[in-house]
């Protein structure tokens, strides 16, 4: 009873982590499913033939692609201007700070069938064509907070002494950000462009305001769940989140490998 | 502040950071602000009798429209994204107070976990909700054999769309209670069973104030987005379970009905605005002195 009583806690955390991916597992598992009808709900019997002809169903692989190439420019993009904000709210004060710092919390605060929504209207009113464009400049709009609070949260946890010993030393500004902060700042920035590419490509609320008639991967999720997903669909889905659990790992152990090496040799 | 700052040549540092705001906020401006104020102005443009086609105007009734027509769908998404909401707390708390105070060298994989569901599709976890609460599945069994559904199921029910809810935005919830809780300093808590206090008393005496932060800040990160969700109630509810997110998307984009869409947008968004700030008034005041 004791033992139970002190693992109690810790066998809790790993319910609510099971939890999580319990929703995951059951795509993973339909992945490998040879679906009895058109939807993909219950188990059949074992198939491989999904995963060995992944863009065997029409659109699917184009629109996989597409929603790639939107969330890697709506990152890139949205990754050097938020992290610019960052820079601009941590490490400098200026009037206006706050109305900055209240726009950048806004847009993570109205529901996002709002965010679609209004800028459907303004799409509408300067009669926009709707599509790769549209969607992009959407995904950055709203991914741009999200990098900015990543960002803020790796530069406020920095030592400031650190850039004042360089400035001390006569380095100019941008010589401090090159060689110091963003070294430093690294890690977060990646971090948030990470969850940054993960919001994008996954978006469909705003993206479904925004696209008109092009398709992106959550878009053509949707309207095949009328008709029944393609199995195709689960197993590019389960390739995305393994291959993006793999690597974020393997970052976390050479990280840690890095920081115990460098505590070693101090 | 740093000392450099403070001394330096403060009109051009003053100058470099509004270089450095310059795009991001233009952009937030002009995608963000700007369609804000035309979904107002399109919120009181007028019929021509013609579907999809409308003009200007100060058309006010639009509001009156939308709220009669629509008042269920209001009150339905905010008491949803409530239940989901306490739900979630109960759910992240354990398991954020233990990575942030109890999991050592488990710590970063943890965290690298709860962010891990954000690579997998949200419309296909939404969709294996179908499939693990189905009539046939363990859990509706289970629950029915102990005679504990209403319905005797959980698809199509408003259980179903409070259950896709709390597990959809969970995440949001872990993250800011983990910050929270991992700036606590655990000799405080340490020190509460040192004056011979007992866990509980501890924990609503110190950890629970001090990680206060966290969950207004995680209760409004799962809130905001739970009140305007419609995939959770389009996937996993019956007709009588939809939400304002469901009617503001199916007039905007099925029924080309742009001012009742963006009226209901307005309400939605001054309702939000309204619960959030007498919220965190009273967090603020009561809870955290």
């Known amino acids: 009873m004791a033992w139970l009583r002190s693992k109690l806690l810790g066998i809790v955390a790993v319910l609510v982590l099971v939890y999580l991916f319990v929703p995951i597992a059951v795509v993973a598992v339909l992945s490998f499913n040879n679906p009895e009808g058109k939807f993909n709900v219950s188990w059949n019997e074992f198939s491989l033939s999904a995963w060995g002809n992944l863009c065997g169903v029409a659109g699917v692989c184009q629109s996989f692609i597409l929603s790639i190439e939107i969330a890697l420019i709506a990152t890139l993009i949205a990754t050097v201007f938020g992290t610019m904000i960052a820079l601009a709210l941590v490490r400098y004060r200026f009037r206006g700070r706050g109305a900055a710092n209240s726009l950048i919390f806004l847009p993570m605060a109205t529901p996002e069938v709002v965010l679609g929504a209004s800028l459907l209207a303004l799409y509408l009113n300067l009669r926009l064509p709707l599509g790769f464009w549209t969607i992009l400049i959407a995904h950055i709009m709203f991914t741009i907070s999200f990098i900015v609070v990543a960002v803020k949260a790796r530069l406020q946890g920095m030592d400031p002494r650190l850039e004042e010993a360089a400035q001390d030393l006569y380095a100019s500004p941008w010589q401090t950000f090159r060689f110091v902060t963003f070294p430093l700042v690294l890690p977060g920035i990646l971090g948030a462009a990470l969850l940054g590419f993960a919001l994008s490509f996954d978006d469909f609320i705003i993206s479904n305001f925004a696209s008109g008639t092009t398709v992106t991967f959550p878009i053509f999720i949707w309207g095949a769940a009328q008709r029944g997903i393609p199995v195709q669909v689960y197993a590019l889905a389960t390739l995305v989140f393994a291959l993006a659990l793999v690597g974020t790992v393997l970052g976390q152990i050479v990280s840690s490998r890095r920081r115990r090496k460098l505590a070693a040799s101090s | ?289």
Do not use: C
């Open chain 2, 1 to 289: 502040m740093t000392i450099a700052a403070a001394v330096g040549p403060a009109r051009r540092r003053a100058r470099i950071a509004y270089l450095l705001l310059l795009p991001g906020i233009a952009w937030l401006a002009i995608f963000f602000i700007i369609p804000l104020i035309s979904l107002f102005f399109t919120s009181l443009q007028v019929s021509t009798g013609s579907s999809g086609k409308y003009k200007a105007g100060f058309n006010w009734r639009n509001y009156v429209e939308a709220l009669s027509e629509y008042w269920e769908f209001f009150l339905r998404a905010l008491i949803y994204a409530g239940f989901a909401t306490v739900l979630a707390l109960v759910i992240a708390y354990p398991l954020a107070y233990f990575i942030a105070l109890k999991a050592g060298r488990w710590r970063a994989l943890m965290l690298v976990l709860v962010v891990a569901p954000f690579f997998a599709s949200f419309l296909l976890r939404t969709y294996a909700w179908k499939t693990i609460l189905a009539d046939d599945a363990v859990i509706t069994q289970t629950l029915n054999a102990l005679h504990l559904l209403p319905d005797g199921r959980i698809l199509n029910t408003s259980i179903a769309v409070i259950a896709g809810l709390t597990y959809n935005f969970l995440p949001f919830m872990i993250l800011p209670l983990y910050a929270a809780l991992d700036k606590i300093d655990p000799r405080l808590i340490e020190a509460g069973s040192d004056l011979y206090a007992s866990p509980f008393t501890t924990f609503r005496k110190v950890t629970w104030p001090l990680s206060m932060p966290g969950v207004v800040a995680g209760t409004l990160l799962t809130f905001i987005p739970a009140a305007g969700d419609y995939i959770n109630a389009e996937l996993l509810g019956s007709t009588k379970d939809k939400m304002i997110g469901n009617a503001i998307q199916t007039n905007f984009i099925e029924f080309r009905d742009y001012p009742m869409a963006s009226a209901l947008s307005f309400i939605l968004m001054a309702s939000i605005l309204i619960i959030v700030t007498v919220y965190i008034r009273r967090a603020g005041t009561e809870e955290l002195v």
